[in-house]
């Protein structure tokens, strides 16, 4: 019988760190992303491991880009402060990062972003739970007012 690899206890003076390399790749594909994208968008997430977070980045996987990686390294990228930002009013997305957050740079403006395949339509009663107003119109889940 093979020896099981379950449960097996690995001391941290064998663990490899990151290193600086792999930080300085983040600040620079992300400095890259601004460049590159002129809409950004900070995001909460509770699980990016599900099937409905995975299936989002496959849909705006031509047009966008998704970086999940460290807090820290995405706000030096961005700047901490307005003498260290990379670019004007970066410093201020610098200041949102913390938590479970992500960075979405796209290049589809809002109003492309938004308009997408239609809701279930038995998401709606959750969506108003939340605060959100919307109703329900033939089927089609729809917001009455803009949410904040």
Not at 33 to 53: C, G, Q, T
Not at 55 to 63: G, L, Q, R, S
């Amino acid at each position: 019988m093979p020896k099981s690899k379950r449960n097996k206890v690995v001391t941290l003076a064998k663990t490899e760190k990151k290193g600086k390399d792999r930080k300085v790749s983040l600040i620079d594909s992300v400095r890259e992303a601004i460049d590159l994208y002129p809409h950004l968008y900070v995001f909460r997430y509770k699980n990016m491991r599900n099937n409905a977070f995975k299936n989002m980045k496959d849909a705006i996987k031509d047009t966008s880009k998704v970086f999940l990686g460290s807090n820290k390294v995405m706000q030096v990228a961005f700047g901490r402060d307005q003498e260290s930002e990379y670019r004007e009013n970066l410093h201020v997305v610098s200041e949102r990062l913390s938590g479970f957050t992500g960075v979405l740079f796209t290049q589809l403006s809002r109003e492309e972003d938004g308009k997408g395949d239609p809701m279930a339509h038995t998401i709606e009663p959750k969506l108003r739970q939340h605060g959100m107003p919307a109703k329900l119109d033939r089927g089609v889940v729809e917001l009455l007012a803009p949410y904040k």
